[in-house]
């Protein structure tokens, strides 16, 4: 069946894939595996949801598999990952769990999970849950059962922490801002205000169905509208759970997570808050990043694919920035985890410190054009490391010099190879992708 966890919780589709009685089955085997037993009171476990219609039904299921294992509950109700994540650090709350589906569409769903701290968990500890799933426990019963409690406040304290950590007020900046009909619908609006600037909110009217539904970050044709429609200093667009955040000029030119990192690394290289004058970005992200934070005199960490590995490297290295192009951005000094909110928030406050335009500020990154050509192989471990794969990358890797890049690399989940290539013209990636792409073809041929 493979590994039920994938690099962000277990996700499937709702009563499909991601049943009620495996929502409840994964709290109980949480509850055993994060919550440390040998205290003299009950583990507190807090849940959060975005406003997709079954995560109704799963916060039910996650709330009496929690209590059934004797753990006190707070129900946060709709709040977005990072401020479930937030939550859960300053209650010092044993565990959290976000019932979320983030970008994907509304039939779908998933369980995140955060241990004491707010922080991911690492795959040893996913495995040893997923193991744990079904085995026999000793049951409370009487007053030893879980107590369910709500948190009234928990929107109003993540907001104050947002703008409490805002270096410059937003006064005099309009900003659009697209909630995606997601769990920012609420406390994005609320906190971008409160930080003075004025904001015209699309999309901020969940009804359960229409989440992610032709909006937010994965569909920014609305934002880019309505910033011209409004003649806004600039869009922001959230995903359902506002873990990740892009942005538009005032001519609507998008903004992508590379670009932000950059603006927000500059801004605090200057302020000295740049821990060691480092940037985390995974492999994916592209070759004008690295060249412009080069030109800055930051240097560039590069982990594999997915935020998680950004997770670990900020953590292991104390560094106070990394992210995704995807625009999932991490700042530890603020927040455990991606914060799309944090991330508009900082963004706008570099923007309004320094007056210039967003366009201005993004500038410093020149992106070079990007191919990428997923390859169909037989076996993808195979055909990424056969000897005229390797040559072929060589050869091309030697004819782009420093004007561009091959990033060669098998999929974690499809026999699929995935061939990326950065050049000076769209052209030239192209051909130089393509051509790789011929020789994984036939080293393994699908």
């Known amino acids: 069946m493979g590994r039920l966890f994938g690099t962000d919780g277990v996700r499937g589709r709702a009563n499909a894939d991601l049943t009620p009685e495996l929502a409840l089955s994964l709290a109980v085997s949480a509850a055993h595996t994060l919550a440390e037993r040998d205290r003299s009171h009950p583990p507190v476990a807090m849940v959060g949801r975005d406003p997709r219609a079954s995560g109704e039904m799963l916060e039910a299921a996650v709330v009496a598999g929690l209590a059934s294992a004797g753990a006190t509950v707070i129900r946060l109700g709709v709040l977005p990952t990072p401020g479930v994540a937030y939550l859960v650090s300053d209650a010092r709350a044993d565990l959290g769990v976000m019932i979320s589906?983030?970008?994907?569409?509304m039939p779908d769903n998933g369980i995140k999970l955060f241990a004491a701290g707010g922080h991911k968990l690492p795959d040893d500890i996913e495995d040893?849950?997923?193991?744990?799933?079904?085995a026999p426990f000793d049951r409370p019963t009487g007053a030893r059962v879980g107590r369910v409690h709500d948190l009234i406040d928990g929107v109003e304290h993540y907001v104050n922490h947002l703008v409490d950590s805002v270096p410059h007020r937003l006064d005099g900046l309009t900003v659009v801002v697209d909630c995606a009909n997601g769990a920012a619908s609420d406390v994005a609006p609320a906190?971008?205000?409160?930080?003075?600037?004025?904001?015209?909110?699309?999309?901020?009217?969940?009804?359960?169905?229409?989440?992610?539904?032709?909006?937010?970050?994965?569909h920014l044709s609305a934002v880019r509208?309505?910033?011209?429609?409004?003649?806004?200093?600039?869009?922001?667009?959230?995903?359902?759970?506002?873990?990740?955040?892009?942005?538009?000029?005032?001519?609507?030119?998008?903004?992508?997570?590379?670009?932000?990192?950059?603006?927000?690394a500059?801004?605090?290289?200057?302020?000295?808050?740049?821990?060691?004058?480092t940037l985390v970005a995974t492999v994916m992200s592209n070759l004008g990043l690295r060249l412009a934070m080069s030109a800055a005199g930051v240097r560039l960490v590069e982990t594999k694919v997915g935020d998680r590995y950004v997770l670990e490297a900020l953590r292991s290295g104390r560094f106070t920035l990394g992210g995704e192009q995807s625009g999932h951005v991490v700042m530890p000094d603020h927040a455990t985890t991606g914060d799309g909110i944090l991330t508009g928030l900082h963004l706008m406050a570099r923007v309004a410190s320094t007056g210039k335009t967003l366009a201005e500020?993004?500038?410093?990154?020149?992106?070079?054009p990007q191919v990428l050509i997923n390859v169909p192989v037989a076996d993808r471990s195979s055909a990424a490391s056969a000897p005229d794969v390797e040559a072929a990358v060589a050869t091309a890797t030697s004819e782009l010099g420093e004007e561009g890049r091959v990033l060669l690399r098998p999929s974690g989940t499809e026999q699929l190879v995935r061939v990326m290539v950065e050049a000076p013209t769209e052209d030239v990636a192209g051909a130089v992708a393509e051509r790789i792409a011929t020789v994984v073809r036939a080293a393994s041929p699908a």
């Open 361 to 368: 500020l993004a500038a410093v990154v020149t992106k070079l």
């Open 266 to 277: 500059l801004a605090m290289q200057e302020a000295g808050t740049l821990t060691n004058d």
């Open 225 to 264: 509208a309505a910033v011209l429609e409004h003649g806004a200093d600039l869009g922001i667009a959230h995903d359902g759970d506002a873990d990740r955040c892009l942005a538009v000029t005032s001519t609507g030119e998008e903004i992508d997570g590379d670009q932000i990192m950059a603006i927000l």
């Open 101 to 105: 589906a983030s970008h994907n569409p």
């Open 128 to 134: 040893a849950i997923e193991a744990g799933l079904g």
């Open 191 to 218: 906190a971008y205000e409160r930080a003075g600037a004025r904001v015209i909110a699309i999309h901020a009217e969940p009804d359960g169905l229409n989440i992610n539904d032709g909006c937010g970050s994965t």
